[in-house]
T-cell receptor, first 113, second 113 residues
Framework: KAGVTQTPRYLIKTRGQQVTLSCSPISGHRSVSWYQQTPGQGLQFLFEYFSETQRNKGNFPGRFSGRQFSNSRSEMNVSTLELGDSALYLC????????????FGPGTRLTVL | GDSVTQMEGPVTLSEEAFLTINCTYTATGYPSLFWYVQYPGEGLQLLLK?????DKGSNKGFEATYRKETTSFHLEKGSVQVSDSAVYFCALRNNNAGNMLTFGGGTRLMVKP
C-alpha cells in the first residue's frame, strides 16, 4: 500500500506570493492533518480535515488555509508569504475516527526568499 | 494548554550504550502518549505509543512507560546502534482534540561506532 505522498517536495517562493501544497493520504484514510516544522518553533499543528470538514485548527493566522476533497486528498494554502513561513510542512493521514495511528508523509520543504 | 517537554540534545552515545530520553507532559484529562522518530530527509514514523496510565509501549528494542503520577513518558533502549541515529519526538494526543498531536521540541541522538 502506498504511503502518504506530498507534492511538491521542495518549493522556493518570494515574500508576498502565495503557495499551495498537496497531500494524498493512504488509500482508505479519511483524516488528514497538517503540521509546520521549523528549527525555532518545532512541530506545530495547523489543522485537521475529516470528510471534507475542518475538524480542528491550530493557532496560525488566517493566511494559512486548507481544504479536503471528496477523495480525501488535501491541500493547504499560504497567502502573502513571509520569511518566517519557511519550514517543512508535514501531512499525516489516518483511518476514519480518532485514536488511529497517523502516518506521516515526507513533507514539503518551503523556502521563502 | 497542553504541552510536552523533552530533554534537549544532541545526545551522543557510543554503540551498545544505554539510552534514556526524558519526556514530561502537561495536559488535561487522560491523553495518549507517543514517541516518533525522524530520520534525515524523511517524515515522522511512529515508534511506540501508550494510551493509558501504566501502559508500556515497546518497539524495536525501545520502551516507554506512561507514568501519570510523574506525568512522564521517558524513552529507553538498552543497547543503541548506529542506525538509531535520528531525531526523536515525544508527543501527546488529548482525547478531546481529534487527531491533533502536541509535540516536544525533539532530541537528536547521535550514535558513534
Amino acid at each position: 500500500k502506498a504511503g502518504v505522498t506530498q507534492t511538491p517536495r521542495y518549493l522556493i517562493k518570494t515574500r508576498g506570493q502565495q503557495v499551495t501544497l498537496s497531500c494524498s493520504p493512504i488509500s482508505g484514510h479519511r483524516s488528514v492533518s497538517w503540521y509546520q516544522q521549523t528549527p525555532g518553533q518545532g512541530l506545530q499543528f495547523l489543522f485537521e480535515y475529516f470528510s471534507e470538514t475542518q475538524r480542528n485548527k491550530g493557532n496560525f493566522p488566517g493566511r494559512f488555509s486548507g481544504r479536503q476533497f471528496s477523495n480525501s486528498r488535501s491541500e493547504m494554502n499560504v497567502s502573502t508569504l513571509e520569511l518566517g513561513d519557511s519550514a517543512l510542512y508535514l501531512c499525516a493521514s489516518s483511518l476514519a475516527g480518532e485514536r488511529n495511528e497517523q502516518f506521516f508523509g515526507p513533507g514539503t520543504r518551503l523556502t521563502v526568499l | 494548554g497542553d504541552s510536552v517537554t523533552q530533554m534537549e540534545g544532541p545526545v551522543t552515545l557510543s554503540e551498545e550504550a544505554f539510552l534514556t530520553i526524558n519526556c514530561t507532559y502537561t495536559a488535561t484529562g487522560y491523553p495518549s502518549l507517543f514517541w516518533y522518530v525522524q530520520y534525515p530527509g524523511e517524515g515522522l514514523q511512529l515508534l511506540l505509543k501508550a494510551t493509558k496510565a501504566d501502559d508500556k509501549g515497546s518497539n524495536k528494542g525501545f520502551e516507554a512507560t506512561y507514568r501519570k503520577e510523574t506525568t512522564s513518558f521517558h524513552l529507553e533502549k538498552g543497547s543503541v546502534q548506529v542506525s538509531d541515529s535520528a531525531v526523536y519526538f515525544c508527543a501527546l494526543r488529548n482525547n478531546n482534540a481529534g487527531n491533533m498531536l502536541t509535540f516536544g521540541g525533539g532530541t537528536r541522538l547521535m550514535v558513534k561506532p
